[in-house]
């Protein structure tokens, strides 16, 4: 008889820039998620309605494809599971309030970064 494989922690991506999207996908993969990728809020708000409690890391840049931006996807994504580990990203300083518990990572990061943050979230 085959054993169950253990479940992976899953990340949810929310990004318009297909290469950035598709570079954190990688770094999340290579630490063991299974990824989501989303390029506007309103597909990553589809994805909070479906998997709100088997997501533990969601990662999102302010600017997106639609009329969400990253930071009000945030406030929903918290309100849904506040227990959800949510960092938003962006080149420019963030001119709205961020959800208690949210954090912020000016661009450009490090893939360091994200790789300590996969590693946090998936100990929380």
């Known amino acids: ?37 989303c390029e ?3 597909a990553a708000e589809r994805v909070l309605d479906r ?7 969601m990662l999102t840049d302010v600017q997106l494809a639609g009329r969400m931006n990253g930071v009000e996807l945030a406030h929903v994504a918290k309100h849904r599971n506040p227990k959800l580990d949510v960092v938003v990203t962006s080149g420019r300083p963030l001119m709205q309030p ?17 790789l300590r943050e996969a590693e946090i979230a998936q100990l929380s």
């Open 98 to 114: 961020l959800p208690s518990g949210a954090k912020f990572w000016a661009k450009p990061w490090a893939p360091l970064d994200v």
């Open 51 to 57: 998997n709100v409690g088997g997501l533990c890391l």
């Open 1 to 37: 008889m085959r054993q169950a494989e253990p479940r992976r922690a899953t990340a949810l991506i929310v990004e318009d820039d297909a290469m950035q999207r598709e570079m954190l996908s990688l770094l999340l993969e290579e630490s063991g998620y299974q990824v989501i990728q």
């Open 40 to 42: 506007s809020a309103e």
